[in-house]
């Protein structure tokens, strides 16, 4: 499968605790995007990595959070000392560079349950 | 900002039935995109089809089309022949440029669809 892929698939964790999630998108795309999706919502922007360069962030990404794409392959988010409200999906996607459609491929999600 | 509303928070239908999901946007930009994405149960976003906003035609993709009516601002996806697993979310999407020419997607709230044998 050569898909976008996103470990790991669920998380529980208690408050104040830090997580960090893994996507791994198709080997050809340049450009990485993750989005937040809560319960009855569509997914929002977080941030945007063209290569290892991240260069867009969403205000919805507080200091709590961090991104990271080491060598423009995989990507890591972070979320440190985690609240309630941070109980959501977390949603990886990747594409290739411009185009006219530049469809973004969307992982499975990474479900997050704060306690 | 893009904005996208999807007005039809359930629709139910028989299958193999035609089934149409409305989406309308908001944009200041001459040149856009919309998506249609379905997110089954697993939690994916698949991708179903694009509509450019200079294309002449409506796009279409197997049992799917786009109703486009750029004038109404309207961007309806159709199903035709419904079957049971296209029993699903469905989001309403469209291109927001952010920065160095890539672009963010922007998605309305989404419609339950649900097929009854």
């Known amino acids: 499968d050569t898909g976008v892929s996103q470990d790991p698939r669920h998380k529980i964790t208690k408050r104040g605790q830090n997580v960090t999630f893994r996507c791994d998108p198709i080997s050809e795309h340049n450009r990485l995007y993750w989005y937040r999706q809560t319960l009855g919502q569509g997914p929002e922007f977080l941030t945007y990595f063209q290569n290892e360069a991240q260069l867009e962030k969403s205000r919805l990404l507080s200091d709590r959070f961090s991104a990271e794409r080491p060598k423009g392959s995989f990507s890591t988010l972070e979320i440190q000392r985690t609240e309630q409200g941070d109980s959501a999906m977390y949603l990886c996607?990747?594409?290739?560079?411009?185009?006219?459609?530049?469809?973004?491929?969307f992982g499975p999600g990474t479900r997050l349950t704060v306690l | 900002a893009q904005k996208i509303t999807q007005t039809q928070p359930g629709m139910f239908v028989q299958e193999k039935e035609a089934v149409t999901l409305d989406c309308t946007y908001d944009t200041s930009d001459q040149s856009y995109g919309l998506f249609w994405y379905k997110q089954p149960s697993s939690g994916e976003m698949i991708f179903l089809i694009y509509?450019?906003?200079?294309?002449?035609q409506n796009a279409t993709e197997g049992r799917y089309s786009l109703n486009f009516q750029k004038a109404r601002k309207s961007a309806n996806l159709v199903i035709s022949a419904s079957q049971l697993g296209d029993s699903a979310m469905y989001f309403c999407a469209m291109r927001e440029e952010i920065i160095q020419g890539a672009q963010k997607l922007v998605f309305g709230q989404g419609t339950r669809l649900t097929i009854n044998p």
């Open positions: 996607a990747s594409s290739f560079t411009s185009g006219r459609r530049s469809e973004q491929f």
């Open positions: 509509q450019g906003s200079y294309d002449e």
